[in-house]
Each structure stands twice: as structure tokens, then as C-alpha cells.
């Protein structure tokens, strides 16, 4: 399906809807405000002129009577909300939330989500869409989440590092690049890296080392785990190559570490 430069007034039987895009482009705009939120994939995205790429942990957001278009060159999955014209569903449902929402709703772009924000769009997501109270109340939920407290759209000079911090954690034990990172923020790989280490003080790959071994440190104090596993876990591609960087990192092998753990624990009950 594709629109080019026109008004497209979508029917406004369901709030929320599942939805798949491909390389083919849609370009239209609408009498109602729409919310775009990334689940699976990658989107490219461009509203009222100002072009971001879209992905988990990411909302576009397209106000009433604007233009914008989209498309994915390897496929993305989003869930979308189409916010009803009327001013008068705002007032029953938000409360306090109203002017927040208005303005949320008023300003085209891309914001960043928290990871529980994640969590609720997940959950709806993987909900009944067509049942009528999930759909209303959802919508509420999620306008409200957005505008009560939620973060605002990420500011020009700032890369989102909780995002990028929470795509290395959800990913850590498969091969991370600074182009898988870089296309969070839409830059390319040396823009990119230039800003983290700008924002940052490391380069994106120490950061990833040490994200893993953040994560491999709680696995090994938090679970029965073989060291391997561990390893596995957190993209070490052998229990050797774990031990060696925990050891230079912490100074300390795992199961130093975990020999340690017992021997607080014991103290703590004496």
C-alpha cells in the first residue's frame, strides 16, 4: 500500500492495531494524532520533514493534519495508536495528565522509552486489541505513562544511552558492532563513535565489554550457573576468554568471586 502526499482518514474502529511495514514507502497524513510505537525491526520514519529511524524502545510521534511518511527496508512491526479527533476522549480519560498529553500530541519526532514503558507496550501488544475496554484503557495507560513523568523527545545534543544500553543487555550474547548501535541513534558508525566517546568518556566497544561483564558478574552471584554458560551468555566465546577480562577488569576470576559471595553470607549469619 502506498500514498503519496495526500489525506488519508484511516477507520477509526480500534485505538490500537498491530501493524507490519516493508520497503514499500506510505506517505499520507490524517485529521487525528497518531502514536507509532517500534517493536520489532527497524523504521525509517520522517514527519513534518525531520527524518529519524525507529526501533524497540521508540515512539514516533505524528500529530493531527501532518504529513509523514515510512518505511522499512527488512520489515518492522509496531504497535500504533490513532488518538480519536475528539478533544472531549482526552478530558474523560487523563485527568491531570490533559495538558501534558495535548503538548506530547502537538509535537512531531521521535521520543525515547523506558524499559517499563517497553514492558506495558509489549504487554498490549500481546493483548486483545479488539476487545473494547483493553483498547480504551490501554490507550489511556500509555498516554498517561507518556505524559506523566515519561521521557521527553530525546534532546538533539544527547545520544539515548538507556536505550542503548538496554539494546546490549537484551543482545549481549550475540555480536554487537558500533553500526548496530550507531543505527539506534540513527548516525552512522564514526559520528557515532565520536559522540559516545564525546558523551561517554569510552569508546562504544569498552562500554559493550563492560556491559557484559556487568551482566556475567550478576549471573555468576545470582544463579548456579557453570562459568561457561556464563560466559555464553554474556558473548564470550569461551570460559577462558570470560575469566581472563573479569580478572583484568575486577581482579578477581569467577570463582574468586563467587567464593567471596559465599564467604559474606556466611558472616552475615554468624
Known amino acids: 500500500m502506498g500514498f ?17 511495514y516493508h520497503h514499500e514507502q ?6 487525528h494524532a497518531q502514536l507509532v510505537f517500534g517493536l520489532t525491526g527497524w523504521l525509517d520514519f520522517e514527519v513534518a520533514g ?7 524502545l521508540s515512539l514516533a510521534v505524528v500529530p493531527p493534519e501532518t504529513h509523514h511518511a515510512c518505511a522499512s527496508t527488512l ?31 502537538e ?17 498490549l501488544a500481546a493483548s486483545r486489541l479488539d476487545d473494547e475496554v483493553i483498547a480504551q484503557q490501554g490507550a489511556a495507560l500509555l498516554l498517561a505513562s507518556l505524559s ?6 530525546a534532546p538533539p545534543e544527547g545520544l539515548p544511552l538507556a536505550a542503548i544500553d538496554a539494546h546490549i543487555d537484551r543482545h549481549c550474547a550475540h555480536p554487537l558492532q558500533v553500526a548496530d548501535l550507531a543505527r539506534l541513534c ?17 569508546t562504544p566497544m569498552d562500554h559493550v565489554r563492560l556491559r557484559r561483564l556487568r551482566l556475567g558478574r550478576e549471573l555468576l552471584l545470582g544463579s548456579r550457573l557453570p562459568v561457561g554458560e556464563v560466559a555464553a551468555r554474556v558473548g564470550y566465546s569461551s570460559q577462558s576468554a570470560f575469566t581472563a577480562a573479569l ?24
Not at 520489515?75 to 495538558?99: A, F, I, K, T
Not at 509535537?107 to 504487554?123: A, D, H, K, Y
Not at 564514526?190 to 559522540?195: D, K, L
Open 4 to 20: 503519496n502526499h495526500e489525506t488519508y482518514t484511516p477507520a477509526m474502529s480500534q485505538l490500537l492495531t498491530l501493524r507490519h
Open 26 to 31: 506510505i506517505a499520507h497524513s490524517h485529521e
Open 50 to 56: 525531520h527524518g529519524f529511524q525507529m526501533s524497540s
Open 75 to 105: 520489515g518492522s512491526r509496531c504497535l500504533v495508536l490513532d488518538v480519536p479527533p475528539q478533544d472531549d476522549w482526552l478530558q474523560q480519560r487523563l485527568g491531570h495528565h490533559l495538558d501534558a498529553s495535548r503538548r506530547l500530541l
Open 107 to 123: 509535537t512531531p519526532g521521535r521520543v525515547e522509552l523506558s524499559l517499563v514503558q517497553g514492558q506495558l507496550i509489549s504487554w
Open 148 to 153: 506523566g513523568g515519561a521521557p521527553a523527545a
Open 186 to 202: 540513527g548516525l552512522s558508525s564514526a559520528r557515532f563513535h565520536a559522540r559516545f566517546f564525546a558523551e561517554t568518556g569510552r
Open 247 to 270: 580478572a583484568r577488569e575486577l581482579g578477581v576470576t569467577p570463582r574468586q568471586l563467587r567464593a567471596k559471595a559465599r564467604e559474606a553470607r556466611d558472616k552475615g549469619r554468624e
